[in-house]
């Protein structure tokens, strides 16, 4: 064992100095908090400049009159008092904006009614601000001769809290019923990209072992399972940590875009769907990394290598094909069977547990079935392995391959 984190050790320093490597890792959460920014700064530049009286010209007489909105919605950040003043024509309205006593005017068209659409002028274009400004002001003007505590409630008509009958978790509209939603299908989409990116360098870095003769220097101390095994959690290492950086740019691209404008309080990580999520993401990523490293043994070179290693990609990417019919019937036996396959157990479960309640006897039959599985594919790959040390530059023959394992 401590050989085998030797060699993993000794894996993740060399390659994780590499000038690829760093900029591939730090290059793309530079540019996520870069366009955070940017996008925070331009909403709010547009959000501060918007004007607040607003004019406006009702051709169809029989709109109520509307003399104040006010806007708060927490998720973009409104938080802004509108004035809106009635004038009887166009020249009217105009006449105000030209003079600086409006931001703008809206024309009510006489067929509005019959579904003709308004028309807003200004200079300026309308911001988010201003249009969901509009939108509430229009609302609030069909309703002729209404009291003040009516529109109020009709801005905030409920708020929901969901609470989960077996379990009594309690999760509030808004943040925390998005994050409660997107957590699993956040976890599902990291462990694709794990799986596109990361198993790529399994079997070429098991090529470039026998390129470079390596192992005639090191297989007289080390046994075929401490090699691969460091190998392959060298390199797990490596994709973690490359992954781990690009959540955290992420998150602060997205704290950094939303500043100051989500409410956190009260905010509930699912702990159910993070502990599931871990429990089946580790144990399926190492079987795709060993699977990776098999191909890479029996391939003859690099280029076979990262040809056979297209073929995990592709198995990775798999669930998606089949989310038509594992999210139409969430429960059904397709989505059931893909969650106990241990190659796409990780991506339709935690996909599932967005949409329904996964039973958890399927989740710990699914664990156990993938760590099995991690468990004969180690078994196997040391075996092939074993077969593939004295050929240099060949490839395995499907018959040289069930040799070594008959005679394993």
Known sequence: MRKMWLVALTTYRKRVRSGMFLILTFGLPVLMIAAGAVGFLAVSAGNGDAPTTIGYVDHTGELAAVETVRLEEALVNLDQTLHFVAYDSMDAAEAAYLNGEIGGFLLIPDDYFEGQPVTYYSDAEAGTVIQEGLRLFLRRSQLVEQPQWLFE????????????????????EGVGLIVRLATPAFLAIIFMLAVVFGTSQMGAAIIQEKDQRAMEMIITSLRPMELVGGKVLGLTLLSLTQFAIWTAGG????FLG??????????????????????LIIPGYFLFAMLAAGLGIIAGNSQQAQQLAGLMSLLGLAPIYLLGPILSNPDGPVAVGLTLFPLTSPIVALMRTVFTAVPTWQMAAAFAILVVSLAFTIWLVTRIFRAAMLNYGKALRPRQVWRALRQA
Do not use: C, H, K, M
């Not at 409630?153 to 509030?172: K, M, N, P």
């Open 153 to 172: 409630r009709l801005d905030d008509a409920a708020t929901y809290t969901y609470v989960a009958q077996g379990s009594g978790e309690v999760v509030s």
């Open 251 to 254: 998150i602060i691209a997205l």
């Open 258 to 279: 939303f500043s100051n404008q989500l409410d956190l309080q009260g905010l509930a990580l699912p702990w159910n769907a993070l502990f599931w999520g871990f429990l």
